[in-house]
């Protein structure tokens, strides 16, 4: 795998708006979330909202915003606690209820 070249802030949000099309009204809001929430974590979450990342097709799928990916980040972060609870609960359980007889 090559090594990425470091890209600053200013960078990253003008690959994200100019190269790969995502919509975005105030360039300081997405340099703010950036820093706050990291490049490659968001970019995560991102990739369910390009044409076809796994081809190399970065490019954001028409009309995609950062309030967008935004709320699909915040979906997961309230999600998640409660799927690890109810996973918690199933891994309590006797070793008896996993048996088949």
Not at 7 to 33: E, Y
Request: proline content about 5%; overall charge neutral; aromatic content about 10%.
């Amino acid at each position: 795998m090559a090594d990425k070249p470091y890209r600053s802030i200013d960078q990253l949000v003008s690959l994200m708006v100019d190269d790969r099309g995502l919509v975005c009204g105030d360039r300081r809001a997405l340099a703010r979330f950036l820093r706050v929430r990291g490049y490659y974590h968001v970019s995560g979450y991102a990739r369910e909202f390009q044409i076809d990342p796994a081809y190399g097709d970065d490019r954001f799928l028409p009309g995609t915003t950062l309030a967008v990916i935004e709320r699909m980040m915040d979906l997961d972060s309230r999600l998640r606690p409660l799927i690890l609870a109810g996973l918690s609960r199933v891994e309590a359980l006797p070793n008896k209820c996993w048996e088949y007889e």
